[in-house]
Each structure stands twice: as structure tokens, then as C-alpha cells.
């Protein structure tokens, strides 16, 4: 049986993992608009600058999350294991 320390912790987990893949999204969806008005404007790629800004901060909320963490799979498939 799962404490509920555990279970408030895991929870807490998925919603971390939840706003990092919606952040991710919007970013990509977000990145590609400016591509895509930067590539008709035809001017000096001034889409860098918004991509690495805002990236940073994507790739700052994946490694406080630990999504960039080497044992992240191991931990994922020990859990749904765990699950059956």
C-alpha cells in the first residue's frame, strides 16, 4: 500500500511534469510562429534571440524538475513496475 507522503509527493511530481511538457509545448508552438514570420520577413534571423532567451528558461525548469537526470528512466520503469 502507498503511504500518503508517497502518494502527495507523486502527485506533486506529475504536476511539475505536467506545466514542463505545457511549457514545452507552447514554446515549440510558440518558436515555430516566429520562424515561420521571421522566414517571410526575410530579414537578419532575429529569431535566435527569442529562442535562446526563452529556452533557457525551459531547459532551467527541466533540470529543476529532473528531466535531464540520467536515472530518470530507471526510476520511471522501477515505478510502473511498481504499478503492476
Do not use: C
Amino acid at each position: 500500500m502507498v503511504s500518503d507522503g508517497k502518494l502527495k509527493r507523486a502527485k506533486k511530481q506529475v504536476a511539475e511534469l505536467k506545466k514542463f511538457y505545457t511549457h514545452l509545448a507552447i514554446y515549440l508552438a510558440v518558436m515555430v510562429l516566429l520562424f515561420i514570420v521571421d522566414y517571410q520577413d526575410r530579414g537578419n534571423w532575429w529569431v535566435y534571440y527569442p529562442a535562446i532567451g526563452w529556452g533557457i528558461f525551459v531547459v532551467a525548469q527541466g533540470v529543476s524538475i529532473g528531466i535531464f537526470n540520467s536515472g530518470w528512466e530507471d526510476k520511471k520503469v522501477k515505478e510502473l513496475m511498481e504499478k503492476e
